[in-house]
């Protein structure tokens, strides 16, 4: 499920709720492509000593991660499909 969210200034970020295969295959590289430096470094970081075994982990928790963060900077949701997402997974309140 693709969600689609904008901020009050008129910028629009999609986000992909649930598994994250390219955080799977790619690792910290969707961070920065994402412009998400903070958990670009933190993923860096944790494959590194982990042997890449934190990449796993990160798979399953980053979209949601991406999308709460993205809440906390005043983004919301664009449509009533995307909101209704949202509910359902429990990240924003009806």
Request: proline fraction near 2%.
């Amino acid at each position: 499920m693709i969600i689609r969210l904008i901020a009050d200034d008129g910028q629009m970020r999609s986000a992909k709720v649930g598994f994250s295969w390219t955080v799977f295959f790619f690792g910290f590289l969707v961070p920065i492509c994402r412009g998400d430096a903070k958990w670009a470094v933190i993923m860096f970081a944790a494959s590194v000593l982990t042997l890449c075994l934190a990449q796993i982990v990160f798979s399953f928790t980053y979209n949601g991660t991406y999308i709460r963060e993205l809440l906390s900077k005043g983004y919301r949701p664009e449509d009533e499909y995307s909101k209704a997402v949202l509910v359902a997974k429990g990240y924003i309140a009806a």
